[in-house]
Structure formats: C-alpha cells, structure tokens
C-alpha cells in the first residue's frame, strides 16, 4: 500500500500562511495526490488533489515536488475555521483504489 | 445540494446484537464507500459500492458487511457486536468509482456507535 508521512502536529497564527508537508515516496506514475480535512464532531471535507502540476482552489494550493515523492498543502491565510487534521492520501496501489488514510497532521491556529 | 446524509447519529448497543447504519449519497452519486474511525486506528476502509454491487472490501471480518439499493442508499450492517467496534462509522459518496482518481469524495458526518 502507498504510504504518506506527516508531521503529526503543526501551529499557526491566524492570518499567516501555512505550509502543510507530505511525504509520499512510494507514490506510483498515476496516483493522484489528494487532501482532505477534518473538523471536530464532522467527517473528512475534501480540499484539493493533483497529478504533478501545482494546483489551486478556493480553498487552498497544492504544491507537488518535481519527483512527486512529498508535496505541500498551502493555506494561503489561516483562520481559526481552518484548526483541523489534514489528511494527506494517494490511492491504493493494488487495484482496490480505496484510501489509506494516515494519521494526518493535525493543525492549530493561533488567535 | 443535499449533502451525504447518515443516520441515525448516534447509536448505543449492547454486545452481542446487531446494527444497520444508512447512508444517502448526494444525488447522482453513484459510488458510496464506508470507513471506521476509532482512536486507536484512525481511519480505515470498510468497503465500497458502485451500482449495486460490492467492488472492494478492507481487512474487517465477516461480521461487516453492507449493500446498495437501486436509488444508491447504502447500508452497513455489523452483526454480534464486539466493544471494539465502537467508533464513528462515515460514508463517502462520489460520481465515479473510486478507480477513476480523478475525482474526490464527499463525506457524511457519521453514525457515532457504542457498543456498551
């Protein structure tokens, strides 16, 4: 199974930037990067995904390494809405397609 | 747009009964995927359906298990309940199968289930 590798814990003053990091060196040719967040009391709310170009959302950037093997969610200007565990996930390598969900980072904003 | 609607919320069982949990997918959803959530294992795949039909399953025993109707709603069912299987059940619906990366899920916000 493809494996991702995320700082367990990271803070952040609100309205800064913050830079989410994963390592995901086992990545396959096709596996798509995706992430999800998760807030208290409520299921995983998907953010953004990518292939191997940076990508951009309302919601957020990903920027993925020219190897592929790590990647970084970027949240342009943090909010105390945004206190939540980030997912970072690729999918099943076996055929399955499900996702192996790591333990995330769990991020807390600073007021 | 309705989002992915679980019920009930929350559950308390006794060991040893069963379980049915449901789950309504946004509309057009065809693909509907179940995952654990506990503590101590974090999230994990239980399985998932497209079009009636079963197309993966994770590491769990026979006692899940889970099927589709016609209209997408799907339901898990957990038969002789155990004290570990208490944890927050989601369910992720999504446009296309899980084989197709393209395309993200969208989550509900689970059935909270204790197993007393």
């Known amino acids: 199974d493809a494996k991702t590798t995320q700082p367990n814990s990271m803070e952040s003053n609100e309205e800064e930037p913050v830079h989410l990091p994963c390592n995901h060196s086992t990545i396959s040719g096709t596996d798509y990067i995706h992430w999800y967040r998760q807030l208290p009391s409520q299921g995983p709310e998907y953010v953004i995904h990518g292939l191997t170009s940076n990508v951009n959302n309302r919601m957020a950037s990903l920027a993925i390494a020219e190897d592929r093997k790590s990647s970084t969610l970027i949240l342009h200007r943090a909010t105390l809405r945004d206190a939540a565990v980030y997912y970072c996930i690729l999918r099943d390598l076996s055929g399955t397609y499900k996702y192996i969900f790591g333990t995330g980072t769990r991020l807390k904003v600073l007021a | 747009k309705a989002g992915v609607t679980q019920t009930p919320r929350y559950l308390i069982k006794t060991r040893g009964q069963q379980v049915t949990l449901s789950c309504s997918p946004i509309?057009?959803?065809?693909?509907v995927s179940w995952y654990q959530q506990t503590p101590g294992q974090g999230l994990q795949f239980l399985f998932e359906?497209?079009?009636?039909?079963?197309?993966n399953k994770g590491n769990f025993p026979g006692r899940f298990s889970g099927r589709q109707f016609s209209n997408s709603r799907s339901e898990m069912n957990v038969s002789t309940l155990e004290l570990g299987d208490s944890a927050l059940y989601l369910c992720?619906?999504?446009?296309?199968?899980?084989?197709?990366?393209?395309?993200?899920?969208?989550f509900g916000s689970g059935t909270r289930l204790t197993v007393v």
């Open positions: 509309s057009g959803h065809r693909s």
């Open positions: 359906y497209f079009s009636e039909t079963q197309r």
């Open positions: 992720a619906s999504s446009q296309r199968p899980t084989g197709d990366r393209n395309y993200g899920y969208t």
